[in-house]
């Protein structure tokens, strides 16, 4: 067998065994769940070894992430031929993310509004949710320049860190000669991160397991009963969204096909479905959009985290149909000004809000008060948000990817040879 073959198969025996997992997870959830209440399960299995085993994975996946974000970006700016591309790279980027959310946010109002989910709701006596803060527009804008890198990056704030990391890239490769050892240097770290995320996909399959488990034998499928109009609602236009939006983007702007797309990100939409996280996703993100997908590093250290910050199309059809749900379930009717001003807050909100678990209803306080809508109107879902919170970041992270492959295209830069599994090198610079 050459190396070659050798290499797929140990890829797909992956991907097989993260699909099992996944699997494996939602039936030994639903059984766990199903069977009466024992010391040994809850404390032992469920609040012990798969506690221990899905934080321990989370924990290693958001590990890599900020220094992989740093390292790539920075070997990213340095491979560019000319660093006065970042800036259209960066526009093109931002205002692709921006039309993609605001397609989704537009969609999801529109069906939502003829299918009327809250109709009819009967509003529970005592609803109790506390809003927190969304971060002000000014503030986000402030924020983009770190003034301490350091804290920066101990706090994860992504776009932060991309600024910073896209200055130091500046600095190197305007060096010249002067640069070319730190652009090694860079270069190095980078190949010694990829290979830590190839060895953390081996224990990937356990991680999967365990959060899912934990997950499904914790939620159960009762909550979903009372607000399945609601629930199906969510999960039917994210489906929309990435069957009709995306793969007519990936058709016509990419020139590739939108399935094959779906099937290499299958395990990597996997992990955000089991994680509920695309900031957790980025390192797996990054490593299928490259030697999968054929985007080159340097686009794609820059599109991925970007994405995986700003990018939040899933977030945005939640937030469309809650705020239907919520206005139909209190008796109120939104008009035009209400749906436009949704539609404008909620592609705006996903800016600033890093891509963690639950982020999603942090903003969508925001979307709420701006749209003059009762804001404890969200305890009505929260029931339900955790299931939806994974199914939609599995949305977001592959936004994320089908916008870094029509950038990449858009740049004559997208390696079909990669595409097609024919490559002809090992990965793509
Ligand atoms: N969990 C989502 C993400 O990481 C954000 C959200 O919808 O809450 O992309």
């Not at 991160?193 to 034998?217: C, D, E, H, K, Y």
């Amino acid at each position: 067998m050459n190396e070659n073959n050798k290499e797929k198969l140990s890829r797909t025996s992956l991907t097989f065994k993260i699909v099992l997992a996944l699997f494996a997870g939602l039936a030994s959830g639903i059984f766990l769940k199903a069977i009466p209440k024992n010391v040994f399960v809850d404390q032992y299995l469920l609040d012990g070894l798969f506690l221990i085993t899905g934080k321990m994975f989370i924990a290693s996946l958001k590990m890599l992430v900020v220094p992989l974000v740093f390292v790539s970006l920075v070997c990213g700016v340095c491979g560019l031929d000319d660093v006065k591309n970042i800036g259209k790279l960066g526009g093109k980027t931002l205002l692709l993310y921006l039309i993609t959310t605001s397609i989704a946010i537009t969609l999801a109002l529109f069906i939502a509004f003829i299918i009327g989910p809250g109709d009819g709701f009967n509003l529970p006596i005592d609803l109790s949710f506390t809003p927190q803060n969304a971060p002000a527009i000014s503030e986000i804008i402030i924020n983009l320049v770190p003034s301490n890198p350091i804290k920066s990056a101990a706090d994860g704030k992504m776009l932060q860190i991309i600024v910073f990391a896209i200055l130091i890239g500046i600095g190197i490769s305007t060096l010249g000669k002067d640069g070319k050892r730190m652009t090694e240097f860079f270069s190095d770290a980078n190949k010694v991160l990829m290979q830590l995320v190839n060895l953390l996909m081996f224990f990937a399959p356990f991680g999967v397991f365990a959060l899912i488990t934990r997950v499904f034998a914790k939620q159960g499928f009762a909550a979903i009963m009372p607000l399945s109009s609601y629930f199906l609602t969510v999960l039917g236009i994210l489906m929309v969204h990435l069957f009709l939006s995306y793969s007519t983007m990936l058709l016509i702007f990419a020139r590739i096909n939108p399935f094959v797309v779906l099937k290499k990100m299958r395990p990597t939409m996997m992990f955000a479905f089991s994680t509920a996280s695309s900031n957790a996703s980025i390192p797996i993100t990054m490593k299928t959009v490259c030697e999968k997908l054929g985007v080159p590093r340097s686009i794609a250290s820059f599109t991925v985290p970007l994405g995986a910050t700003i990018n939040m199309d899933g977030t945005a059809i939640m937030q469309g149909v809650a705020t239907v749900f919520i206005a139909g379930a209190y008796g109120i009717d939104i008009g035009v000004s209400e749906f436009l001003m949704v539609i404008f807050t909620a592609t705006l909100a996903s800016i600033g809000t890093a891509g963690v678990p639950g982020v999603g209803l942090i903003t969508l306080a925001m979307v709420l008060r701006q749209a003059g809508l009762p804001v404890e109107g969200i305890g009505l879902i929260m029931g339900v948000d955790r299931l939806l919170d994974m199914a939609r970041t599995a949305v977001n992270v592959f936004g994320d990817a089908a916008v870094s492959c029509v950038v990449a295209k858009t740049e004559n830069r997208l390696d079909y040879s990669i595409y097609s599994d024919q490559p002809t090198h090992s990965s793509s610079v």
